[in-house]
C-alpha cells in the first residue's frame, strides 16, 4: 500500500546530542510537510518542501534543519536538541491542496 | 490572533447522540478546510474537506462551511464510542495555498 512511513517511531536523544528523524513516502506526492506537536496542543508547521522549494515558517528555531535528497524522502534534524524539543514529530505530504494531508505515524522524540 | 480556533472540550455526548464540534478561522481568504480525527498518541487522519459554502455529508459526518461567518463545524450523527478523540480543524491561509494550519481541537467523549 502507498504510504508515509516515518522512522524510528521513537527516539530518545541526550540533551544537545544532534538527532535525525526520517520520513519517506511510496505516494510520489509533490509537497511534505513536518509538524510539532506537544501534548493537548495544535500540530505545529515548522517547514515543508514543494517540490524541492523549501519553506521555512517564520518562528521554526534555527535549530531546526531539513533535507529532502529526493521526491521520496525527507528528514528532520534537530542540531542541539533542549528538553523543550520533546514532542511528537509528524510527517505529511500532499499532491496539492484539495487533498488534505497523508500524515506519517509520527516520531515521539524524548529528550533526556 | 490564532488563525484557526476551537473550543478544547471536552464534549461529552450520548451514544447514539449528535455530536457537533465548531471551528472558526481568521484569514477570510482561506479556501480550503479539513476536519482530522486523533486518537490518543496517534498521528491525524482525514475525515472530511470541504471548499464551498453550505453542507458535504459523508456516512455520519457532515461538514458546514460559512465563509461570511469564517465558521466550519462538524456534525457526527449516530456517535459511537469509537468516535471519542480529539478533532482537529485545519485550513489554508490565503497566502500560500500549500499549507494548512491547524487548530488545538476538541476532545471528544462519547459515553456508551
Known amino acids: 500500500d502507498a504510504m508515509v512511513i516515518q522512522n524510528p517511531r521513537y527516539q530518545v536523544t541526550q540533551f544537545g546530542k544532534p538527532v535525525t528523524l526520517s520520513c519517506s513516502q511510496t505516494?510520489?506526492?509533490?509537497?511534505m510537510y513536518w509538524y510539532q506537536q506537544k501534548s493537548s496542543q495544535a500540530p505545529k508547521l515548522l517547514f515543508h518542501?514543494?517540490?524541492?522549494?523549501?519553506?521555512n515558517e517564520a518562528d521554526t528555531p534555527d535549530n531546526f534543519q531539513s533535507r529532502r535528497p529526493n521526491t521520496s524522502f525527507c528528514f528532520l534534524d534537530i542540531r542541539s536538541p533542549g528538553l523543550g524539543d520533546a514532542a511528537m514529530y509528524l510527517c505529511?505530504?500532499?499532491?496539492?491542496?484539495?487533498?488534505?494531508?497523508?500524515f506519517g505515524s509520527g516520531t515521539r522524540l524524548t529528550v533526556v | 490572533q490564532k488563525e484557526v480556533e476551537q473550543n478544547s472540550g471536552p464534549l461529552s455526548v450520548p451514544e447514539g447522540a449528535i455530536a457537533s464540534l465548531n471551528c472558526t478561522y481568521s484569514?477570510?481568504?482561506?479556501?480550503?478546510f479539513f476536519w482530522y480525527r486523533q486518537y490518543s498518541g496517534k498521528s491525524p487522519e482525514l475525515i472530511m474537506s470541504?471548499?464551498?459554502?453550505g453542507d458535504k455529508e459523508d456516512g455520519r459526518f457532515t461538514a458546514q462551511l460559512n465563509k461570511a461567518s469564517q465558521y466550519v463545524s462538524l456534525l457526527i450523527r449516530d456517535s459511537q464510542p469509537s468516535d471519542s478523540a480529539t478533532y482537529l480543524c485545519?485550513?489554508?491561509?490565503?497566502?500560500?495555498?500549500?499549507?494548512?494550519?491547524f487548530g488545538s481541537g476538541t476532545k471528544l467523549n462519547v459515553k456508551p
Open positions: 518542501y514543494y517540490d524541492k522549494d523549501f519553506n
Open positions: 484569514d477570510r481568504g482561506s479556501q480550503s
Open positions: 505529511a505530504t500532499s499532491r496539492d491542496r484539495e487533498d488534505g494531508y497523508t
Open positions: 485545519a485550513v489554508t491561509p490565503s497566502y500560500n495555498f500549500n499549507k494548512f494550519y
Open positions: 505516494l510520489n506526492h509533490n509537497v
Open positions: 470541504i471548499y464551498s459554502n
